[in-house]
């Protein structure tokens, strides 16, 4: 299992009959996916973090930037900590979040659509959420480039 976030490529198939988009090496992880739910960001979406919740992240419409930090205290961190970006397409890479991180999305103009799988029940996660302002870590962040790493 691993400890920090980490891309896991994926990849098409093309055919006479369409495209299907995958992703074959996921079952390293011993993932047990307990739900599912879709997101759909529109400009800046976060801050949400989890101390234990674990999740995979896969753009199945558009482009998404998910943005990865990890919180020094989950009670009052600090605003200085670096940030991880990881621009996902619709390509099947899937990103893996271990639990003791908070996420946020940035999702330019039109429909951007994540997909997520959590190893934890609505109960549990509701039970281990941290939420942060949107501008907790970035200042006021935006699609033109000036959010800070």
Known sequence: ???????????????????????????????????????EPKGFRGWNG???????????????TICVVKPDSWENPSTMLPISEYVLVNNGDTLYVPGGYATAFLGPEGTNTVLVHSNKSLEESIEDSYKFPPTYWYGEPTLSGNMAT
């Open 50 to 64: 989890h101390r234990e919740e674990e999740k995979l992240f896969t753009v199945v419409n558009g482009c998404v």
């Open 1 to 39: 299992m691993e400890n920090s976030p980490a891309i896991f490529p994926g990849g098409t198939h093309v055919d006479e009959r369409g495209s299907l988009k995958f992703n074959n090496g996921l079952s390293q992880l011993g993932f047990d996916v307990k739900r599912f739910f879709l997101i």
